[in-house]
């Protein structure tokens, strides 16, 4: 029984370690990773912050995967992700200053802690919105348009939602 029981332990350890490399994000250091950037070459980006552990980052994600309508609206805009917990250097423009920091301390500056945290902003560095949580396909595809017909110049972004109908 005893052996039974080693035997079974050996293969659940040996299983969970081969798993490491299949996530998207794995546990290397930040000397061997590459700088990526999220500085957008559109009018336009969406960064995304997420977080290992949150299943509305998983379910974000899916939408994007799955939903057209949400695919044709953010056509016209950079999508960027980070991951609040990666130690990665990210490459980054806001406040018309480009800096390099670790994607948890980009985070932690654009005080986004909590997942999925969503943040709109321009070519410049401006950031025209930033919303915490997770956002109903139909509803995010309202503030993408919210966005890219710079709606956001003349109202806030739940009178312009609420008017369009999509709250």
Excluded: H, W
Excluded at 51 to 57: G, M
Excluded at 96 to 104: A, D, I, M, T
Excluded at 146 to 159: F, G, H, I, P, S
Aim: hydrophobic share 40%; with cysteine; net charge neutral.
């Amino acid at each position: 029984m005893l052996r039974l029981i080693t035997a079974i332990l050996a293969l659940l350890i040996v299983a969970c370690e081969g798993q490491k490399g299949e996530t998207p994000y794995s546990e290397t250091s930040a000397q061997t990773l590459e700088e990526k950037s999220i500085i957008p070459q559109k009018k336009y980006a969406l960064l995304i912050v997420e977080s290992k552990s949150c299943i509305y980052c998983k379910q974000l994600n899916k939408d994007i995967e799955t939903e057209k309508n949400l695919q044709e609206a953010l056509r016209d805009i950079d999508l960027f992700r980070i991951l609040y917990e990666s130690k990665a250097p990210v490459k980054a423009n806001f406040g018309g200053s480009v800096f390099e920091l670790s994607e948890n301390e980009l985070a932690k500056k654009l005080n986004a802690l909590s997942f999925p945290y969503l943040i709109f902003y321009d070519r410049d560095g401006n950031i025209i919105l930033q919303i915490p949580g997770y956002v109903y396909p139909q509803q995010l595809i309202c503030i993408i348009d919210y966005v890219k017909t710079e709606a956001y110049r003349q109202e806030d972004v739940n009178t312009y939602v609420k008017r369009k109908g999509c709250a």
